[in-house]
């Protein structure tokens, strides 16, 4: 026989909401607590990247690459140790620093694995989750260069630089004599060995006059190509070295190799037109290419990769200057 108060008990479904509940907290308690732990993991995880970026990165910068690749791993690995030892809730870091040389290029390849541990995740014996990550930097290093500068100084690198410099020319020569009059070239000079010039040569017009010639932007350019190798070897740590000759109807030395650049700039002041008594000297055949470029070629090696690796050699750049007037002896004949 049931009781009318304990009949009245089972009937009675006002509490099934409570129980339900009961019955549902703990997944629920699990989702949440995973959700914590994955979100500590993740952002442990995004510290760790960020260091490792850090890390490759140190290992490639101008001063890493002039070095070995055991100082790149040195480099890198004290980087992401001494920026990852103040990061909370995580194991001990296995960490893989690997550099690869090609050439003038160095890539280092940053790879880091540890674990993150769970708050929640003891409740179902994960008590850590694993976490790894990498990260990859590539840089070049400048090379090594040896500039070669090849300067025509011929007669035709005497015209004025400009329009203006060459009327200012023409009218200041109306009155020379036949062989140089009216003449916007100013490489026509006089000797001891000519009556051609009595008083004035068309070289010394052109100084006189303040006139600025082919020759002497050239000049300019030597100067400023030094200066501005100097200062950038300086900023790269590369190496730079310049030789300067010229070229007319011979080849001439203006300074050998030199890795004093100051040196090298200081010496454009001797890059001087080549001079000639009168027009059509020598049949005009005063700008050598043929001999000069030959010359040039012997004095220059073989070029290497520019790197600091034991037993290479710099690039080699060679520059030739001119303005692209050919007048020379080619088999007993005139060419240009």
Known sequence: MIYPAFRHFLRDDRGNFSAIFALTLIPVIGLIGAGVDFTSASKRKAILDAVADSASLAAVTPAMLAQSDSASTTAATTIFNAQSSGISGITSVTLNVTPVDNGLQRTVTVTWSTTSKTVFGNFIGMSTVPLSGKSVATASLPPNIDFYLMLDNSPSMAIPSSTAGINTMIAATKSQPSSAQNCAFACHEGDAQTTSFPSIDNYQI???????????????????????????????????????????????????????LSTAASQASNIQIYETPAQNWNNDTITDYTDSITSMNSLMPNPGNGTNAKGDTPQEVLFIVTDGVEDENVSGTRGR
């Open 206 to 260: 052109a100084r006189n006059l303040g006139v600025s010639l082919r020759i002497d932007l050239v000049a300019q350019a030597v100067s400023n190509l030094m200066s501005t190798a100097k200062s950038t070897a300086t900023s790269t740590n590369a190496t730079y070295r310049a030789a300067i000759y010229t070229f007319n109807i011979g080849f001439n030395t203006i300074t050998t190799l030199t890795s004093s």
